[in-house]
């Protein structure tokens, strides 16, 4: 028995190298459109430049798409990973889009075995794989999955088939190579706008304390003239009076140091 065997039956997933896949080599499943194949770059292309935020989500529909498959999504390896929560699906479309923010185990994991090896593999998920996880979903007979790099993060995108037990071919797998680097692009060009956020953001709160700094001075001023005028004279204020006359300056001296202390979990508030 195979180690690939292997892992079918003991996990229900089945993870084949495609460059070690004769068979798949062979496959001359679909006739390529090539107007909707420009059409579909056209969009994420647009969305590239006018909507970045939307990019992941535009790259899944196209691989439903242009590929025909049932399901597509692109998967994450988490900041804050654990071996429970390893990979996250940041983007789903078609017959898994309700998964979308799911997260995965470490292993049993498809997308580990991709990651690993550092290819596009041909992966099929049993009824096993499932019940392992707890969660009802489409059982996958047929899937490329291929990995990519954004510097230190890394994942997949996958599409699937869920009835048919060959359904995408050489074509299909040269559409994916192209969305998976544009997942890769994609996933670096929303790290940098946040980045950029976060830099704003925290200029905008050094600009406001600055300001909120000078503003404090003035009830603070008021606030030591009347204790001082009022050790100095030669009647001194009764207490209801004294603190009558604090009570103003007190009050704005409390609300910009509100203002002030909030600046930090402003700054670092995720966007």
């Given at each position: 028995?195979?180690a690939l065997?292997?892992?079918?039956?003991?996990t229900?997933l089945?993870v084949v190298?495609l460059?070690e896949?004769?068979?798949f080599?062979?496959?001359?499943?679909?006739?390529?459109?090539?107007?909707?194949?420009?059409?579909?770059?056209s969009r994420?292309?647009h969305?590239f430049?006018e909507?970045?935020?939307?990019?992941?989500q535009?790259?899944?529909?196209?691989?439903v798409?242009l590929c025909g498959?049932?399901?597509?999504?692109?998967?994450?390896?988490?900041?804050n990973?654990?071996?429970?929560?390893f990979?996250?699906?940041?983007?789903?479309?078609?017959?898994?889009?309700?998964?979308?923010?799911a997260t995965?185990p470490?292993?049993p994991s498809?997308?580990g075995?991709?990651l690993e090896?550092?290819?596009?593999?041909?992966?099929?998920?049993?009824?096993?794989?499932f019940d392992?996880?707890?969660?009802?979903?489409?059982t996958?007979?047929d899937?490329?999955?291929?990995?990519?790099?954004s510097?230190?993060?890394?994942?997949?995108?996958?599409?699937?088939?869920?009835?048919?037990?060959e359904a995408?071919?050489?074509?299909?797998?040269r559409m994916?190579?192209?969305?998976a680097?544009?997942?890769?692009?994609?996933?670096?060009?929303?790290?940098?706008?946040k980045?950029?956020?976060?830099?704003?953001?925290?200029?905008?709160?050094?600009?406001?304390?600055?300001?909120?700094?000078?503003?404090?001075?003035?009830?603070?001023?008021s606030?030591t003239?009347?204790v001082?005028?009022?050790g100095?004279?030669?009647?001194p204020?009764d207490?209801k009076?004294l603190?009558?006359?604090?009570?103003?300056p007190?009050?704005?001296?409390s609300?910009?140091?509100?203002?002030?202390l909030?600046?930090p979990r402003?700054?670092?508030?995720p966007?």
């Open positions: 028995m195979s065997t292997s892992m079918a039956v003991d229900g089945e190298d460059f896949d004769a068979s080599a062979r496959r001359l499943l679909h006739e390529r459109n090539v107007a909707m194949q420009m059409e579909g770059m994420l292309g969305a430049v909507n970045p935020d939307t990019i992941l535009e790259l899944v529909n196209a691989a798409e498959a049932d399901s597509s999504g692109i998967s994450i390896e988490r900041e990973k654990n071996d429970a929560e990979y996250e699906w940041v983007a789903t479309a078609g017959e898994y889009a309700g998964f979308l923010n995965l470490r292993s498809a997308c075995m991709c090896r550092g290819r596009p593999q041909l992966f099929r998920v049993t009824q096993r794989f392992l996880m707890g969660i009802e979903a489409p996958v007979t899937g490329l999955l291929l990995p990519w790099v510097g230190e993060t890394r994942g997949t995108i996958w599409i699937m088939a869920h009835g048919r037990d995408f071919d050489g074509g299909d797998l994916m190579q192209m969305l680097d544009f997942a890769a692009m994609g996933v670096r060009q929303q790290r940098q706008q980045l950029l956020m976060e830099q704003a953001v925290h200029a905008a709160a050094a600009g406001m304390a600055n300001e909120l700094a000078h503003r404090i001075n003035n009830p603070l001023q606030i003239n009347i001082y005028l009022a100095a004279g030669k009647e204020k207490a009076t603190a009558e006359e604090l009570a103003e007190i009050q704005r001296l609300v910009l140091a509100a203002r002030l909030s600046l402003a700054a670092n508030r966007k």
